[in-house]
T-cell receptor
Framework: GAVVSQHPSWVICKSGTSVKIECRSL??????MFWYRQFPKQSLMLMATSNEGSKATYEQGVEKDKFLINHASLTLSTLTVTSAHPEDSSFYICSSVGESNYGYTFGSGTRLTVV | GENVEQHPSTLSVQEGDSAVIKCTYSDSASNYFPWYKQELGKRPQLIIDIRSNVGEKKDQRIAVTLNKTAKHFSLHITETQPEDSAVYFC?????????????FGKGTKLSVKP
């Protein structure tokens, strides 16, 4: 079945630094990748939608200059958290629609801790 | 945009009893409604889904019903077991197309007591 590989699974960084999270679709072409953020004991909140070869669409309240999304190929989408602050600490997870157009494949998630 | 409401936020049942979680959605164009089980720190795991052209779907102890007119759908778990304890999320695909994003409910923490 469809697999999305997400790395790193966890990262600790200092405040002010940047962190890049990668999601790769291993056996299908991910035309669209969705990026979610999940704070403890809360639901998954959509941050942005990225489409291969075009600019990402950000949800209201999500700073596009802080959360840089690149989707340069059909198999790779990246999220870079720039100038990270402790309030950015969260679980970030990507998702893409598989070939069936109904099954959504999730990455394994990245636990970001900013100290 | 789509808005998904989920209730209850917590649910505690005795082993063997049934559990029901309900969700409502706002976008009448939504055509796909998955349910996910999520364990702490892990990715959501699809447990069952239903498309808008179906009213009910069952898979062993798990069933989902959809009422398009009322815009609500429900998850039913029968003969609950302690390993069913987790957080469950409903979701609805926004926009009615085939590539739309999922909007999630706020989740239900299910506890099954032995």
């Amino acid at each position: 079945g469809a697999v999305v590989s997400q790395h790193p699974s966890w990262v600790i960084c200092k405040s002010g630094t940047s962190v890049k999270i990668e999601c790769r679709s291993l056996d299908f072409q991910a035309t669209t990748m969705f990026w979610y953020r999940q704070f403890p004991k809360q639901s998954l909140m959509l941050m942005a939608t990225s489409n291969e070869g075009s600019k990402a669409t950000y949800e209201q309240g999500v700073e596009k200059d802080k959360f840089l999304i690149n989707h340069a190929s059909l198999t790779l989408s990246t999220l870079t958290v720039t100038s990270a602050h402790p309030e950015d600490s969260s679980f970030y997870i990507c998702s893409s629609v598989g070939e069936s157009n109904y099954g959504y494949t999730f990455g394994s998630g990245t636990r970001l801790t900013v100290v | 945009g789509e808005n998904v409401e989920q209730h209850p936020s917590t649910l505690s049942v005795q082993e063997g009893d049934s559990a029901v979680i309900k969700c409502t959605y706002s976008d009448s164009a939504s055509n796909y409604f998955p349910w996910y089980k999520q364990e702490l720190g892990k990715r959501p795991q699809l447990i069952i889904d239903i498309r808008s052209n179906v009213g009910e779907k069952k898979d062993q102890r798990i069933a989902v019903t959809l009422n398009k007119t009322a815009k609500h759908f429900s998850l039913h778990i029968t003969e609950t077991q302690p390993e069913d304890s987790a957080v469950y999320f409903c979701a609805a695909r926004e926009g009615g197309g085939s590539q739309g994003n999922l909007i999630f409910g706020k989740g239900t923490k299910l506890s099954v007591k032995p």
